[in-house]
């Protein structure tokens, strides 16, 4: 896991392009060595150009890059030991599946067995050691997806630089494809940086997760932090599903505090920064994490929808708030309600969290 | 009558006719060049005696020496310059004057041949009365430098303009310098482009008269120059052996430039 030593670290980057988009507003992030780190968000937010800031394709319009303690911001791509894996994966067509993968290394200028043997290695730790002789184009999607991770692998970078590279593969192989990156990861003790859009990629494998919109960053946190967390509204919103609750601050108890709506409804929640009683303040609140069947609330079931191992339901309490809530369907598979019945229902301490905006 | 959408009555008969006037003349000019007979319309029988006559008289074998030496450096010259220009214009198109740039560049295929064939003529004319500058066959090979340019440019652009922009990043990402990455990637995946821009030029050198007949002199003749003087005398079934030999040498290199810049599966 983590070390401490950080790996990359950006001081207040900003990047405005030609034509006045600021794709990246003051941000600072410091990724940690032999971290998995995943930069997540929106598409439009800023990942790429993180991402190409770091790699050297584009330069901040203001800030500072380090690479372990060294400001690189201006150097050129080939001056640091950071390597990418394309979204479109970028194979040269005219080199063979070999001469690819020791491109990195020909251009260092290593001796030739120095050479093959790391592409022998690369190609093997990619389950490719096959296809040396092919050319990219003889290859399937996954398959160039390989050897794109290899060659960005074989010269051994301090940072690997990831872009959607899943994505353009089919929903299956994206899957299998998840488990292998990570291993290799592992196996090579290399700092990943990983963009992606898509939450579930992003919990699924980051040690820590750094939540982008419009060219900010939201939240830095392990998935467990982020998806049980969230500091504001639009982390709430874009990982996971959320209900949105306002209300006013009725009581604080230590940690603990109770939110009450407008229409009366009391909703545990736990403290986030510094409020005091009488606070207009938004909870979010997880549909999974509400119970059914017990409880002081009372609600009436308004859709019920068969999900396969779950039911969602939506519950109006009151007039004024609707929630959303998922509950696990029973051996028998049914669903437990139907739609016009009363519930009770139940948040539990701790469920509801508040946020910042 | 059912046809098929898309079919319109008569075009066939107008491409027929389009094709009968442009073929029939060098049908005709060929067949001739075979004729035994003096007499240039009269048929007399196949023989290749007037290409053994060619090829025996003097004048003919400079002439198509020069133009060969002309197109050779001509080609090399304008292929160099319109790759540099090609990834001035496509890679950096943000820098101010791009726009301009490509619209200069291809100026050259607009403007009507004899005005910078005059143009021209008036330049070396200068150049050699200020500072005694005539370089001789030199001039003929700049001038035909400059306006191959735009023919090398164009079939070189549309390559780089198709080429993804993350292969040569990639290539910058691996430890390849500016120059390595050309070197190794921008310039074989280009190659195409090159091949066929350069045979564009090639041919257009080999064929050009207008230009060439203004600033030409003795000793400085070219091919089309050569056989256009050769008329003086009548049309002889030697300018048409001569002219049979042009047509030959163009149609083969724009067979290998048609060959290389088709669209390949992949
Ligand atoms: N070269 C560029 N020129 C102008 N605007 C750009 C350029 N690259 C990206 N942008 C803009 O910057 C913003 C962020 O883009 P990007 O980093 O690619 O987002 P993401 O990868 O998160 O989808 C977008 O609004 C995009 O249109
Ligand atoms: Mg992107």
């Known amino acids: 896991m983590a070390a401490g030593q950080s790996a990359v670290e950006a001081r207040g980057i900003s990047k405005v392009f030609p034509g006045g988009v600021k794709a990246l507003d003051d941000v600072s992030v410091t990724i940690r060595e032999n971290e998995f780190f995943t930069l997540l968000g929106p598409s439009g937010c800023g990942k790429t150009t993180l991402l190409r800031l770091i790699a050297g394709f584009e330069f901040p319009s203001a800030g500072e890059i380090l690479l372990h303690g060294l400001d690189i911001a201006h150097l050129p791509p080939d001056r640091r030991p950071v390597n990418t894996v394309f979204q479109h994966y970028a194979l040269f067509p005219h080199m063979t599946v070999a001469e690819n993968v020791g491109f990195g290394l020909r251009m260092q200028g290593r001796p030739k067995g120095e050479i093959d043997r790391a592409v022998d290695q690369a190609l093997a730790l990619v389950k490719m050691a096959d296809y040396g002789a092919r050319r990219p184009s003889q290859l399937s999607g996954g398959q160039q997806q390989r050897v794109a991770f290899a060659r960005a692998i074989a010269p051994r970078p301090q940072v690997l630089l990831l872009d959607e590279p899943l994505s353009a593969l089919d929903l299956k192989l994206r899957q299998a494809m998840r488990g292998e990156l990570k291993t290799l990861q592992r196996e090579t003790g290399i700092t990943f940086i990983f963009v992606t859009h898509d939450q579930e990629e992003a919990l699924t494998m980051s040690d820590r997760i750094a939540v982008m919109s419009a060219g900010k960053i939201q939240q830095i946190g392990a998935p467990l932090d982020i998806y049980e967390s969230p500091v504001n509204h639009f982390v709430a919103d874009f990982i996971g599903d959320s209900n949105f609750i306002e209300g006013a601050i009725d009581t604080i108890k230590g940690d603990a505090a109770v939110v009450k709506t407008p229409d009366g409804i009391a909703i545990a929640a736990r403290m986030n920064g510094p409020h005091k009683a009488g606070d207009r303040i938004a909870v979010a609140l997880r549909p999974e994490k509400i119970l059914l069947g017990a409880g002081k609330l009372k609600g009436e079931v308004r859709e019920a929808v068969y999900l396969g191992t779950s039911t969602s339901y939506v519950i109006a309490l009151g007039r004024a708030v609707t929630l959303s809530v998922r509950e696990a369907n029973d051996l028998s598979g049914k669903a437990r309600f139907a739609v016009g019945d009363t519930v009770k229902l139940d948040i539990p301490a701790g469920a509801a969290r508040m946020l910042a905006d | ?266």
């Open chain 2, 1 to 266: 009558m059912r046809q098929p959408v898309g079919h319109y009555p008569g075009l066939r008969l107008w491409t027929a006719l389009f094709f009968f006037f442009l073929y029939a003349p060098m049908v005709v000019l060929v067949a001739y060049s075979f004729n035994v007979n003096k007499l240039a319309m009269i048929w007399g029988g196949f023989s290749t005696r007037w290409y053994v006559k060619l090829f025996t008289t003097g004048g003919i074998g400079e002439a198509a020496m020069n133009s060969l030496l002309v197109a050779v450096i001509a080609t090399c010259f304008a292929v160099a310059i319109a790759i540099a220009a090609a990834l001035v214009l496509v890679r950096e198109a943000g820098f101010r004057g791009a726009g301009l740039s490509n619209a200069l560049i291809s100026m050259p295929l607009i403007v009507p041949e004899i005005v910078t064939a005059v143009a021209t003529l008036m330049f070396f004319v200068m150049l050699k009365n200020w500072i005694g500058f005539d370089l001789g066959l030199g001039n003929i090979i700049i001038a035909h430098c400059v306006f191959c340019i735009p023919f090398a440019f164009m079939p070189i652009r549309a390559r780089l303009q198709d080429m993804d922009l993350a292969l040569e990043q990639a290539a910058r990402d691996l430890y390849a310098d500016a120059w390595k990455a050309f070197r190794f990637v921008t310039l074989p995946l280009l190659m195409p482009g090159v091949v066929a821009g350069a045979m564009l030029a090639f041919v257009i050198s080999l064929d050009d008269f207008i230009i060439t007949q203004m600033i030409s002199g003795p000793g400085t003749t070219t091919l089309p120059v050569y056989i256009y003087s050769m008329i003086r005398n009548g049309i002889t079934p030697e300018v048409n052996a001569a002219s049979t030999i042009l047509i030959a040498v163009s149609t083969a290199l724009v067979t290998v430039y048609w060959y290389v810049s088709r669209p390949k599966k992949t």
